[in-house]
């Protein structure tokens, strides 16, 4: 990924996955449910890294909504 801010808020995503150890990135260590990705531009997809804090906010939601 070479873009480095979130496709769903604008704030730097902080991916690792292309820095100097590659793969080394908190992204690889997280589940990323399906519906996320409906959230990213079709322009983005598959082109620029979700951040952690959306994640974990779309995370919280789905959570909430389950209860």
């Not at 496709?7 to 590659?22: A, D, F, L, W, Y």
């Not at 992204?27 to 959306?54: Q, T, Y």
Request: glycine residues 6%.
């Amino acid at each position: 990924m070479t873009n480095k801010y979130c496709p769903i808020c604008g704030e730097e995503n902080k991916c690792m996955t292309n820095g100097s150890e590659q793969g080394q990135c908190w992204c690889n260590e997280e589940k990323f449910p399906v519906g996320i990705f409906d959230l990213v531009p079709e322009e983005s997809r598959r082109k620029h890294c979700i951040c952690k804090n959306c994640l974990n906010k779309y995370k919280e939601e789905q959570n909430n909504s389950q209860q």
